[in-house]
């Protein structure tokens, strides 16, 4: 029993430890958000004013069309789109620093009440590899945010993020042969505006993945059945969605928990599970939500994807599903494709009555 304690012991003072390191560069990735957003805003406000000053410039240059030099018209249209785009792509990006700020600061409480559970002595029970003890619990909450942030990491950088580098080239080249092949020039431009709003898309797919504001304003049938139109669209798979029951709002974390839950499933059904069609299922019930998704792919061994690191997600899915009094189902079978059935509580806000 002794050598069980110390090494019990051991393993909640590592965790500990890993805790600490995790709120420690936590804290300094929200001080270097804090930082940029700063700067995004600086910059935002100086990119809204050369806009405003550019737009006022286009409209006296407008009121005197017949009389103004074709040159001088044609410039102070190349800087008014090339403002707008400036401004626009600035945007973005303070609106993706805004959203990531708010996931890491969820991030940071999450990890720090687990702390506070261990220090407090609430981990005494914990045992590694018992699959439900808090243990488990601690190690769902750091390993699958910090997995979601390494994935819109890797995103970011490939997408956004190499785009911008090509903006700075395509800038540098266009303005090199304004003087020397205006047509050529006019086509980089060109193509620099086209590939200014495939970038600002990326960026905006982004935010809706950290936190779509449709969610906060329209609540879940809106949401969910715009997050499925997009993904069809990009994924190139067919998802049919039926919403039943009465169409209301419900208590905001119940809301995040039901998407968050689609967004999930959906994912792994299209990315893991190969499949060519996914069947959504919302019931607004009088007394529960019930989520239901159902894919023609490859299936799965329930038991052996507990083992997998890719059903952590699913692993968090049941877990905040208990937390809410509520259930996960699955049925799946190599093969056969699967089925998910998320049941919770409806709880509408107090507000509404």
Do not use: W
């Amino acid at each position: 029993m002794t050598e069980e304690a110390n090494a019990l012991n051991e393993v909640v003072l590592s965790l500990r430890d890993s805790l600490q390191q995790q709120l420690d560069n936590t804290q300094r990735e929200l001080r270097e958000i804090d930082l940029m957003l700063e700067q995004s805003q600086v910059e935002v406000d100086k990119l809204s004013q050369r806009n405003a000053t550019i737009t006022m410039h286009l409209q006296q240059v407008e009121s005197q069309l017949d009389s103004m030099p074709q040159v001088e018209i044609k410039n102070a249209y190349d800087a008014a789109l090339d403002a707008q785009q400036r401004l626009m792509v600035m945007r973005g990006q303070l609106e993706k620093l805004q959203s990531e700020k708010v996931h890491l600061e969820r991030h940071f409480n999450t990890m720090t009440e687990v702390k506070n559970g261990l220090d407090n002595g609430e981990g005494g029970s914990m045992s590694p590899g018992s699959g439900g003890g808090a243990y488990a619990t601690a190690e769902m909450f750091i390993q699958a945010p910090e997995s979601e942030r390494q994935r819109l990491s890797r995103q970011m950088h490939d997408g956004p993020a190499q785009a911008l580098s090509n903006f700075i080239l395509q800038t540098e080249i266009a303005m090199r042969l304004f003087d020397v092949d205006q047509e050529k020039a006019r086509d980089e431009l060109s193509n620099l505006k086209v590939a200014a709003s495939t970038t600002f898309q990326l960026v905006r797919d982004f935010i809706f993945d950290l936190r779509p504001m449709m969610l906060d304003d329209l609540g879940l049938a809106p949401t969910i059945k715009r997050y499925c139109d997009a993904f069809r669209e990009k994924n190139k798979i067919e998802v049919i969605v039926n919403v039943t029951g009465s169409d209301r709002r419900q208590e905001s974390y119940v809301e995040v928990m039901v998407f968050r839950a689609m967004q999930e499933l959906l994912n792994n059904a299209a990315h893991h599970s190969q499949a060519t069609q996914v069947k959504i299922l919302l019931d607004m019930g009088a007394h529960q939500i019930r989520l239901d998704v159902e894919d023609n792919g490859k299936g799965f061994d329930p038991v052996a994807l507990k083992e997998d690191q890719a059903g952590l997600g699913i692993k968090i899915i049941e877990d905040r599903a208990e937390m809410l009094n509520g259930d996960l189902v699955i049925d799946s079978a190599l093969g056969q494709g699967a089925r998910f059935s998320l049941t919770v509580p409806a709880i509408e806000p107090l507000s509404a009555g």
